[in-house]
C-alpha cells in the first residue's frame, strides 16, 4: 500500500488537486476529505485550512458557489485563527468574481 506519510505536507492533497484539475471533482472531493481525516488526526491545522481552501477554489471554478461556501468558510476561519493573512487574502481574490475585459 502507498506511504502517504511526509513532513508538511499531504499526497492526499496534491492528489485532490490534480483530480480538481482533471476535471474529477467527485474524485476530488473524496481525496479532500480523506486528507482532512488524516490532517486532523495530526493536528496539522495549518495544511487543513489550506485543504478547505483548495476544495472551495475547485467548486468556484465550477460556478456552484453553494458548495463553495462551506468550504470558504472554514478555511477564512482556519486562516484568521491561526495567522495566515496571506492566505486569507489569496482566498478572497480566488473566490472574487471575475473582472470582465474590454
Known amino acids: 500500500p502507498a506511504d502517504f506519510r511526509f513532513p508538511m505536507t499531504d499526497a492526499r492533497l496534491a492528489l485532490g ?7 474529477r471533482s467527485e474524485e476530488a472531493s473524496g481525496w479532500f476529505d480523506a486528507a482532512r481525516s488524516v490532517l486532523d488526526s495530526q493536528g496539522a491545522r495549518p495544511l487543513r485550512a489550506v485543504v478547505d481552501h483548495d476544495e472551495a477554489v475547485m467548486h ?3 460556478g456552484d458557489r453553494e458548495a463553495a461556501a462551506p468550504f470558504a468558510a472554514a478555511a477564512a476561519s482556519a486562516f484568521d485563527g491561526l495567522g495566515m493573512v496571506g492566505w486569507t487574502r489569496r482566498l478572497a481574490r480566488s473566490l472574487a468574481p471575475p473582472v ?3
Request: charge should be positive; hydrophobic fraction near 45%.
Open 17 to 23: 488537486r490534480l483530480c480538481a484539475l482533471a476535471g
Open 60 to 62: 468556484r471554478r465550477l
Open 100 to 102: 470582465p475585459t474590454a
